[in-house]
Nanobody, 120 residues
Framework: QVQLVESGGGLVQPGGSLRLSCAAS????????MAWFRQAAGKQRELVAR???????DYADSVKGRFTIARDSAKNTVYLQMNSLRPDDTAVYYC??????????????WGRGTQVAVSS
């Protein structure tokens, strides 16, 4: 069993900042990829940012220069620092983790999501 617990969402004014956290726990042998997706109302879920085990990162064009993804391997936790937030960043943000569990099974897990609302 693997659990993902997200935190850090909320309401913020345009131009503000938020930091999301996602902690993975349970039967984890190694984590391969940690990522954040988001889904705005009426839209498809999209990749926001990801970080792979070697430390390299990818970002959606819409968040480059504003968002930063980071990982604490010792805590199996991924963070998303979001700066210069805009109303079109409003969405439910989901943590996504690809990992190998202690039975050597590879799986992809999703968090329940945390709401981010950007509004004045």
């Amino acid at each position: 069993q693997v659990q993902l617990v997200e935190s850090g969402g909320g309401l913020v004014q345009p131009g503000g900042s938020l930091r999301l956290s996602c902690a993975a726990s349970g039967s984890i042998l190694s984590i391969n990829v940690m990522a954040w997706f988001r889904q705005a109302a009426g839209k498809q879920r999209e990749l926001v940012a990801r970080i792979i085990s070697g430390g390299s990162t990818d970002y959606a064009d819409s968040v480059k220069g504003r968002f930063t993804i980071a990982r604490d391997s010792a805590k199996n936790t991924v963070y998303l620092q979001m700066n210069s937030l805009r109303p079109d960043d409003t969405a439910v943000y989901y943590c996504n983790v690809a990992l190998t569990d202690r039975s050597a099974k590879v799986g992809v897990y999703w968090g329940r999501g945390t709401q981010v609302a950007v509004s004045s």
